[in-house]
Nanobody, 124 residues
Framework: VQLQAFGGGLVQAGGSLRLSCAAS????????MGWFRRAPEKDRVFVAG????????KYADSVEGRFTISRDNSKNTVYLQMDSLTTEDTAVYYC??????????????????WGQGTQVTVSS
């Protein structure tokens, strides 16, 4: 599976962005998908995850209520809608796919495939 993330950019605090991650291959619906981010000089952290069918979903506490993850298996695409952005959300965002059970959704080392990352910068 090859993943390509896009949709990042520069936005003012309080604004919104929608990230997309397109997957190649014919087995997209078999993968749990996740979004992770890496801020400058910080470790990569879990942001949101979604099961193969689209339910359930899981969010990091820092984005709960502001971000929404969704997927369209007919388009081999997973999305991350980001609202009420703050400067703390500035990071490179990565999408990832795992064939492991959904219970591992927050663990980056359980993911098999990663996209190249897309930069999100939130200005104050």
């Amino acid at each position: 599976v090859q993943l390509q993330a896009f949709g990042g950019g520069l936005v003012q605090a309080g604004g919104s962005l929608r990230l997309s991650c397109a997957a190649s291959g014919h087995t997209f619906e078999r993968y749990t998908m996740g979004w992770f981010r890496r801020a400058p000089e910080k470790d990569r952290v879990f942001v949101a995850g979604i099961s193969e069918s689209g339910r359930p979903t899981k969010y990091a506490d820092s984005v709960e209520g502001r971000f929404t993850i969704s997927r369209d298996n007919s388009k081999n695409t997973v999305y991350l809608q980001m609202d009420s952005l703050t400067t703390e959300d500035t990071a490179v965002y990565y999408c990832a796919a795992t064939s492991k059970p959904y219970r591992w959704v927050v663990h980056p080392n359980k993911y098999d495939y990663w996209g190249q990352g897309t930069q999100v910068t939130v200005s104050s």
